[in-house]
């Protein structure tokens, strides 16, 4: 059975930075694709930034520039590096993997959630 597991959340000032990391594991073939979102009390989840395992990345207006997606290919490990934070960008940040596994075929599988928070 295939699980994400996040870590790298926290308290961060503004301007600061921050890496979260999404680890997968189980009976993994092959990962597709990685998003992150990320939702505040109230609002909608927002898709922050996309990655495919053709090599294709997109990111939201707000977080251009400043954040980076991004996988390590000797594990099954996606990344968001997050730069140059502003309180805006506090928030739940929730990872999504397209994972093709043993036993479950191509599915979706979220992480359990992360907290960021931008604060002085």
């Known amino acids: 059975q295939v699980q994400l597991v996040q870590s790298g959340g926290g308290l961060v000032q503004p301007g600061g930075s921050l890496r979260l990391s999404c680890d997968a594991s189980?009976?993994?073939?092959?990962?597709?694709?990685m998003t992150w979102y990320r939702q505040t009390p109230g609002k909608q989840r927002e898709l922050v930034a996309s990655?495919?395992?053709?090599?294709?990345?997109n990111y939201a207006d707000s977080v251009k520039g400043r954040f980076a997606i991004y996988r390590d290919n000797a594990k099954n490990t996606g990344y968001l590096q997050m730069n140059n934070l502003t309180p805006e960008d506090t928030a739940d940040y929730y990872c999504?993997?397209?994972?093709?596994?043993?036993?479950?075929?191509?599915?979706?599988?979220w992480g359990q959630g992360t907290q960021v928070t931008v604060s002085s």
């Open positions: 990655w495919t395992s053709a090599g294709t990345t």
């Open positions: 999504n993997m397209l994972i093709y596994s043993g036993g479950s075929g191509l599915r979706n599988y």
């Open positions: 189980g009976s993994i073939f092959a990962i597709n694709a």
